[in-house]
């Protein structure tokens, strides 16, 4: 999900930046390329296969929160009740709704009411919601003089709906919120009776009664209760008693009762019921003490929200940050969304958006010294108000005909839904009215079952019976509820055919991938059964701002017969990525405008590759060739130095076929292929071999790349070694090499085997010196080798025999 979020982000706000320029024209236009489809203004007559655009936002509601103030509440729990009010009031998503709120006891002396309005019905604009925050608090000021102790649950009633209906308007939902931590409590209230035991009875009549107007007025009651002195039977028989139909046909719509354990829970379960009521969905974000960063997650299928803080505390400030890391204004428009802040100065703040974009938004909150010891915490209530993009085939059915609905879902900025985690639980339709006919209704699937094409694609088809009697236009609504999803209610528009029509065609466009900038093909097949060529003109409708679509040609001539054309739809440079919205529609210019065909663009938009994105496959090849080629050159290399390396060869001096001394040429000392060594002669003592570092007169052993050792002397001789050959030094001193690399043969004298060393065929009659015991010696510059030797006549020798 969190990878899905951060997609979609980037390609929300490619959209909002086009979303100022284009929601003038662009929602009102079709946007034709040299051409226009009737235009939404014009008459119902010259309407062909448009959709009208609706009011865009949530749909109102009018809503009462009727707040417990018997003498049963601590003053924490009253707290809490008031600041889940303010929940309520702040956090309405519809700048349309109107709210009231309204406390209750009971009436049990003079100058004493059951019920305090604190707040008229308000419209929740940006000034009622603030005046909503500010007049809500005085709930919190109980006034034993004008309240009595008692809860009666007849006045709370019959005031919620008395307020809801008298200044309620046609067609707007009516909803009552209830709190109350106990049970209805009369018995001192001599308006029910003379006693306590028919007091008591007389009231629950009387809410029997309240409860049977609030149904009748269409007013739904969703009490909410806290505490362990609940009495469950009462609340159920007020939810069961008011109005049954809720905003939608779902099972979580239906007014019903709920208890939480103590007042602590009930803003978040408030706010949960409040949301169910209006068909919203709340997301559950973090909390914590101030300083510190809140959040909350905005799905991409919102369309409009509220971020409500519950801050308890008027001293704490917030500050919000959209899931781009942006700092959005407390009043205002930026990037396709327009935002609103109220109840800054209360103990809940609300940040309503219109447009959000998805994804995690950051709320920090700070606090001074003295203000920061309680938890802050944050939610957001949405909903997702879609738009329907309807196609119908064929597009001018006749009466008595039998036509395929298609529709799919997109929010106000142009994102095609396609996302079925997102729909979980959706239920689409269909509504259609004209004339001749009564309204009718169809389902509409995704499950891959005839006439659906695939399941699962977010595209919802059914079938639709034209009824015989029906003339002129049809108007058809998409219809779609689910939690937190409603629809924009625009009509779709189109004229039954009569009669055999002369043109029939047949619009395709594949599904593809385009890049900004970029191009779709399509085609389009006719039949002409005219005797003259007809003009048709090809238009786009229900494109998303700022896409720039554009198809071309706009006019098609079919000449009579069969015919096949094609067309292209271009995609404007700035378009954002992601699936794209849009209809292809086909109109006869001589059959009145009538629609011969539509059909949605199937196109997804992504990012032009790059030259890695399209060359990475052959740059990888080169690149594992060239890794390929430096490891062959590396294993070359290595050879060659192992094949000139001098570690491990023998030096022996010796004199008249006697060894004098021994240096074995260690790991790291052939510098540059060489090993630099010389004769020390000490006065009194055996010549012995040292090796030498520094500058000088030296002797140069090295080897080729073939592996033939070689000396070079004092001298400046330099000559290449045969197998078991001396070197003459000076002073009668001779130089024996010993190779490591010695592999025996067959041959060798003695074992009835010859020997081959290093340096080729030994010459026969070549004599060696004794073999002696290893001592170490030390260079010139301090360093040590392996060093064999011994003084002449130091011991017994024995010829050498070449096997060392």
Same mark, same amino acid.
């Given at each position: *999900? ?23 024209? +662009? ?10 489809? !009737? ?43 008031? =600041? ?86 046609? +067609? ?5 919120? @209830? ?58 028989? *007020? ?89 959005? !204004? ?55 108000? @879609? ?19 298609? *529709? ?192 949605? @663009? ?6 032009? !590759? ?23 050159? =590396? ?85 290449? @070694? ?24 067959? +041959? ?31 260079? !010139? ?24």
């Amino acid at each position: *999900m969190d990878q899905l979020m951060n997609v979609t982000v980037r390609r929300v706000r490619e959209r909002s930046l086009n979303l100022g320029r284009a929601v003038g024209l +662009g929602a009102v236009l079709l946007a034709l390329s040299g051409a226009a489809l !009737p235009l939404p203004h014009m008459t119902q007559q010259g309407l062909t296969a448009t959709q009208l655009p609706a009011v865009e936002g949530p749909d109102p509601i009018d809503f009462a929160v009727v707040v417990d103030l018997s003498k049963s509440l601590s003053e924490q729990d009253l707290a809490r009740e008031v =600041e889940a009010a303010a929940l309520l009031s702040q956090g309405e998503i519809s700048e349309r709704s109107r709210a009231a709120v309204i406390g209750f006891g009971s009436s049990e002396k003079a100058g004493q009411s059951a019920v305090r309005e604190v707040c008229g019905l308000t419209v929740s604009d940006a000034a009622g919601r603030q005046k909503l925050s500010d007049c809500v608090q005085q709930l919190g000021n109980r006034d034993q003089k004008r309240i009595g102790p008692g809860t009666d649950f007849p006045a709370a009633v019959r005031q919620a709906v008395n307020r809801l209906t008298k200044e309620g308007k046609p +067609g707007i939902p009516k909803v009552v919120f @209830l709190l109350t931590d106990g049970k209805l409590d009369v018995g001192d209230s001599p308006a029910y009776g003379a006693d306590r035991t028919s007091r008591q009875t007389n009231a629950a009549g009387q809410l029997t009664d309240e409860l049977a107007r609030a149904r009748e007025e269409s007013v739904q009651i969703w009490p909410l209760g806290f505490g362990n002195q609940i009495d469950r039977g009462a609340l159920t028989a *007020m939810a069961d008693g008011g109005y049954r139909g809720g905003c939608a046909n779902l099972p979580g719509a239906t007014p019903k009762m709920r208890v939480v354990d103590n007042s602590e829970q009930i803003d978040k379960a408030l706010q949960e019921t409040f949301a169910a009521a209006r068909c919203a969905q709340v997301a559950e974000g973090t909390r914590g003490k101030p300083p510190g960063d809140l959040s909350v997650t905005i799905p991409p299928i919102a369309t409009d929200g509220s971020l409500t803080v519950s801050k308890h505390d008027p001293k704490v400030s917030v500050t919000y940050y959209d899931p781009s890391g942006k700092k959005v !204004p407390t009043s205002g428009s930026a990037d396709g969304s327009s935002f609103e802040v109220s109840g800054q100065d209360g103990p809940v703040e609300a940040l309503r958006v219109k447009n959000p974009l998805p994804g995690k938004w950051r709320v920090r909150v700070e606090a001074p010294e003295g203000h920061r010891g309680q938890d802050v915490a944050v939610r957001a209530i949405w909903q997702g108000n @879609l738009r329907s993009a309807i196609t119908l085939d064929p597009s001018s059915p006749r009466a008595g005909e039998q036509a395929v609905v298609e *529709m799919r879902m997109q929010t106000r900025r142009g994102v095609v839904i396609t996302d079925q985690n997102l729909l979980k639980g959706i239920q689409v339709g269909v509504k259609v009215t004209g004339q001749g006919f009564a309204p009718l209704a169809a389902a509409l699937k995704d499950d891959g079952s005839k006439p659906d094409a695939k399941a699962g694609d977010a595209r919802y088809t059914g079938t639709l019976d034209i009824p015989k009697g029906a003339t002129g236009s049809l108007a058809l609504t998409g219809e779609m509820t689910a939690p937190g999803v409603t629809g924009d209610h625009r009509p779709y528009y189109t004229e039954l055919s009569s009669g055999k029509t002369p043109i029939t065609a047949g619009l395709n466009v594949e599904r593809s991938t385009v890049y900004p900038g970029g191009t779709l093909e399509g085609s389009l097949d006719v039949t002409n059964n005219d005797t003259v060529a007809h003009t048709l003109t090809l238009g786009l409708a229900d494109q998303p701002p700022g896409s720039q679509l554009k198809v071309s040609p706009v006019k098609v001539r079919a000449e009579p017969g069969s015919s096949h054309h094609t067309f292209t739809v271009s995609v404007g440079a700035g378009i954002a990525l992601g699936e794209l919205a849009g209809t292809v529609v086909l109109t006869d210019g001589d059959d009145r405008r009538r629609v011969l065909d539509t059909t949605s @663009l199937d196109a997804l938009v992504e990012a032009e !590759p790059t030259w890695w994105d399209r060359c990475w496959g052959a740059a990888l090849g080169a690149l594992a060739l060239l890794l390929v080629a430096a490891a062959v050159l =590396e294993i070359r290399r290595r050879d060659r130095e192992r094949r000139r390396d001098l570690t491990g060869v023998r030096l022996e001096l010796r004199r008249d076929g006697r060894s004098l001394d021994t240096l074995t040429v260690r790991s790291g000392q052939s510098s540059g292929h060489q090993f630099r060594f010389a004769v020390e002669r000490a006065s009194g003592a055996a010549p012995k071999l040292m090796r030498v570092t520094g500058s000088g007169e030296v002797h140069r052993l090295s080897r080729n790349a073939a592996g033939v050792i070689s000396v070079r002397t004092q001298r400046g001789r330099e000559r290449l @070694l045969a197998e078991g050959e001396l070197v003459e030094l000076d002073d009668g001193l001779e130089l024996l090499v010993h190779d490591n690399r010695r592999t025996p043969a067959a +041959g060798t004298p003695g074992t009835g085997r010859t020997s081959r060393g290093p340096f080729g065929p030994r010459r026969p009659g070549r004599a060696g010196g004794p073999r002696t015991g290893d001592s170490h010696g030390a260079s !010139p510059d301090g360093s040590r080798g392996d060093h064999q030797g011994s003084a002449a006549g130091s011991g017994p020798t024995r010829p050498y025999d070449g096997n060392f």
